[in-house]
């Protein structure tokens, strides 16, 4: 159970079996936890070191609580933490989901086409320190998007719109007072002129906060071609 979602935690009050609490934040008695730059198990009063923060090579806060669960899972189930270990160095994360897709001119870019609610998306904004040109629009699914642009925190060096329902981030823009956006007319469009514009160190992150109903079959298709554009950039 996550120790930092007070919520959450509170629940593991009435289950039934042993708990074992995970936290980036704090150091605990028992489980496992961030300390130091580095993940551990502590365990009968014994720290098991598992890696640094730095081997993992997903990134985000919320990815080191992912990797924390998830090597508890193993170990208490009796994996060794050598072979956790190598796991986690090795684990380079699930397409579309903040899927790194390569570096060009100095400029990073992402796939995070699973991001398809606002959530989601400020989810993977907060997951850069800044500089990103974020490529978001398609189909709204009826959300409203102002605690998305409230959520940028200066990190959000330009918006590029795009689909069905782009109309409906624009509106929330202009509410709070952004006005660092572009309107594209696909995603080719958009990963041209995200290269056009990002300078060395900047990051293009596709995060939509919108469904792809309206241009593609599913989320899948629309990564993919996001990634077929970036790959294009190469040629």
């Not at 985000?60 to 270990?85: F, M, Q, T, W």
């Not at 990073?108 to 959530?119: A, E, H, I």
Request: charged share 30%; net charge negative.
């Amino acid at each position: 159970m996550n120790y930092d979602d007070k919520v959450c935690y509170a629940i593991s009050k009435d289950a039934k079996c042993r708990i074992i609490p995970f936290s980036i934040r704090e150091e605990l008695d028992r489980g496992g936890m961030l300390k130091d730059g580095r993940l551990i198990v502590r365990d009968g009063g014994k720290d098991i070191e598992l890696c640094e923060k730095s081997d993992i090579r997903i990134i985000g806060d919320h990815n080191v609580e992912n990797v924390l669960a998830a090597a508890l899972i193993c170990y208490y189930a009796g994996i060794s933490p050598d072979v956790i270990r190598e796991a986690i160095r090795e684990f380079n994360g699930v397409e579309h989901r903040i899927e790194y897709c390569g570096t060009i001119d100095g400029v990073r870019y992402y796939n995070d086409s699973k991001g398809t609610n606002t959530d989601a998306t400020i989810t993977a904004i907060k997951a850069f320190d800044g500089n990103v040109i974020l490529i978001a629009g398609g189909d709204a699914k009826g959300q409203v998007f102002d605690d998305l642009i409230k959520a940028f925190n200066g990190k959000i060096k330009k918006l590029l719109l795009l689909g069905r329902d782009r109309g409906f981030i624009k509106e929330a823009a202009d509410r709070c007072g952004f006005t660092d956006y572009m309107e594209c007319k696909d995603i080719p469009d958009c990963v041209r002129t995200a290269a056009s514009i990002a300078e060395e160190g900047d990051t293009v992150l596709l995060s939509p906060a919108c469904a792809s109903w309206d241009m593609y079959n599913n989320f899948e298709q629309r990564g993919r071609h996001f990634k077929e554009c970036v790959e294009a950039l190469e040629k």
